[in-house]
């Protein structure tokens, strides 16, 4: 049994909070991660810290996550070494792991991802599950599966944090005040207006164009900036989006309450560019938020717009295969979350349903 191993038994002192609420705010987690103990951050972003991160810690861990010296060459540098605790600070609750294995090998490995790789230090770069599955197979090749199987687990609980999208398969909390719940038809009239009233044609354009893909065809915030003119198919069927992202291409008709909105985009925004326009930003993480936090008004939240368009895909009765198609995934773990904002059908509309023989 190796030194660290032994951390694992002699040294659990802690035993973590709850951390499925700070899954419903990853997007804010993101951008800030490695600036948590800063001063002047936004009001909003201290309220999601003080429910998920330091303040949250009991008093051994929060010792170990702020003291506990990291290996490699991440204590020379301080964006790595902020980067490191404030990611083991919010991740895996009720773990096994000891706090001080936690930060010893997460240091490790985004001192490999940023030193050796080249990678940026960008969360979603960092805590994708390519990265950590790369550094498992590549660094720790020699060891024995079983120790490579922790090392992989440990990395994918901070993941499965920081990026539940990369993650259906584990549950998200829909069901709570401050969790990702959809928008009433009310909350999304006044949107409407909050995208109209915007001071600029540009801020206009954008606030549109982020209701119309994330309501109107499920897309996810960091798939904005890759959707052109091109991958827009206007025709006597509607109107039909070409997604490709990452982990592969998918088609999604757009609803048809937001096509007149679609066709006025098309028009004014210009060719050769995306539909959204130059980012300068080095990460497409919180391209939504960072939006809306200079815009005038009361803005949406691009998951809760994403949720709102597929809970209505639900309610309507998409079949369930072709949902998890336009969505862009295999299986979905928070449907049951998503399902208790779905009202149940009437009982003449219940025994309809299912009494009829032209549903297949």
């Not at 009202?343 to 003449?348: L, M, P, Q």
Request: proline residues 6%; contains cysteine; glycine residues 4%.
């Amino acid at each position: 049994m190796d030194n660290e191993t032994d951390l694992t038994y002699l040294n659990r002192i802690t035993r973590w909070g709850d951390t499925e609420w700070a899954r419903g705010f990853a997007e804010i987690l993101l951008e800030f991660l490695g600036l948590f103990r800063t001063p002047n951050l936004p009001t909003k972003v201290k309220k999601v810290l003080a429910r998920c991160s330091y303040a949250t810690l009991p008093p051994t861990a929060l010792a170990v996550v702020l003291s506990e010296k990291t290996p490699d060459a991440a204590m020379d540098d301080p964006a790595v070494d902020s980067f490191v605790r404030d990611a083991v600070s919010v991740a895996a609750p009720h773990t096994a792991y000891a706090a001080k294995l936690m930060v010893r090998r997460a240091a490790h490995f985004v001192t490999w991802c940023v030193r050796d790789q080249g990678w940026p230090l960008d969360a979603e770069v960092i805590w994708s599950v390519r990265a950590i599955e790369l550094y498992v197979s590549t660094v720790h090749s020699e060891l024995k599966e079983g120790t490579r199987r922790n090392y992989r687990a440990l990395l994918i609980r901070i993941s499965e944090v920081l990026l539940p999208e990369q993650h259906p398969e584990r549950t998200a909390s829909l069901s709570g005040k401050d969790t990702a719940e959809p928008y009433t038809r009310e909350e999304m009239a006044k949107f409407r207006t909050w995208a109209g009233d915007q001071l600029t044609p540009d801020k206009r354009d954008r606030a549109m164009l982020m209701l119309v893909l994330c309501a109107g065809a499920g897309v996810r915030p960091r798939e904005i900036p890759f959707i052109y003119h091109h991958h827009v198919t206007v025709d006597e069927d509607g109107i039909l989006l070409v997604i490709d992202a990452e982990d592969g291409r998918r088609e999604v008709p757009l609803l048809a309450e937001w096509e007149e909105w679609m066709i006025v985009l098309l028009e004014r925004r210009p060719r050769g560019a995306s539909l959204w326009g130059p980012v300068t930003r080095s990460s497409f993480h919180n391209l939504t938020s960072a939006f809306t936090e200079r815009t005038h008004g009361d803005p949406p939240r691009a998951d809760r717009l994403r949720h709102t368009w597929l809970t209505h895909h639900l309610t309507v009765g998409v079949p369930m295969k072709d949902l998890f198609r336009a969505v862009g995934v295999s299986k979905m773990g928070h449907l049951p979350q998503l399902l208790e904002h779905i009202d149940y059908r009437s009982e003449t509309e219940y025994r309809r349903i299912f009494r009829s023989e032209d549903n297949a």
